[in-house]
T-cell receptor, first 112, second 112 residues
Framework: EPEVTQTPSHQVTQMGQEVILRCVPI?????FYWYRQILGQKVEFLVS????????KSEIFDDQFSVERPDGSNFTLKIRSTKLEDSAMYFC??????????FGSGTRLTVV | DAKTTQPNSMESNEEEPVHLPCNHS???????IHWYRQLPSQGPEYVIH???SNVNNRMASLAIAEDRKSSTLILHRATLRDAAVYYC?????????????FGAGTQVVVTP
């Protein structure tokens, strides 16, 4: 069964550093998403991406965040200057025409 | 998206059925009922969705009340692998690609 692949599985970074989280969505999917989940809390929507542009973003997705699909297969989330409160699991997801979203296993980001 | 209400947790014995209720009294006529689950340390996983008629797939069954104000996800024979948080989410017919709004879900505990 096709999978959404996320790398790395765990990233530790110093506060103020830039991080890039990487995702390879399912190849024939057209819509891509980033969600995050702070430990013990709900899964929160960050951003959706379609046709090489952001289609929707949440209040969490401020100027410190950006997304890119650089080469037609990867989908990245960049956090420019990480804060302690950015520590969370970050999930990438994609969907095609069958209504079901496929999520990756996530990247655990720890900001120290 | 319309709001859903689920119990915080449910417990089941292995190999017994599990019935997970979801109330959605403000559902509109074109809202689909979606279920996702999140296994420990994993991303959410699509389970099933429906509009009016009951639905079955290899993972579960979805029973939808005649007035559509509630629904029940049925796991026919719970296994230890079914221990997860189950989310009931409403999606508009014209919102196929939009964000998923996750609530707290129902934590299912399966006892051997």
């Amino acid at each position: 069964e096709p999978e959404v692949t996320q790398t790395p599985s765990h990233q530790v970074t110093q506060m103020g550093q830039e991080v890039i989280l990487r995702c390879v969505p399912i190849s024939n999917h057209l819509y891509f998403y980033w969600y995050r989940q702070i430990l013990g809390q709900k899964v929160e929507f960050l951003v959706s991406f379609y046709n090489n542009e952001i289609s929707e973003k949440s209040e969490i997705f401020d100027d410190q965040f950006s997304v890119e699909r650089p080469d037609g297969s990867n989908f990245t989330l960049k956090i420019r200057s990480t804060k302690l409160e950015d520590s969370a699991m970050y999930f990438c997801a994609s969907t095609g025409v069958n209504y079901g979203y496929t999520f990756g296993s996530g990247t655990r980001l720890t900001v120290v | 998206d319309a709001k859903t209400t689920q119990p915080n947790s449910m417990e089941s014995n292995e190999e017994e059925p599990v019935h997970l209720p979801c109330n959605h009294s403000t559902i509109s006529g074109t809202d689909y009922i979606h279920w996702y689950r999140q296994l420990p340390s994993q991303g959410p996983e699509y389970v099933i969705h429906g509009l009016t008629s009951n639905v079955n797939n290899r993972m579960a069954s979805l029973a939808i009340a005649e007035d559509r104000k509630s629904s029940t996800l049925i796991l026919h024979r719970a296994t230890l692998r079914d221990a997860a948080v189950y989310y009931c989410i409403l999606r508009g017919e014209t919102d196929s690609w939009g964000k998923l709004q996750f609530g707290a879900g129902t934590q299912v505990v399966v006892t051997p």
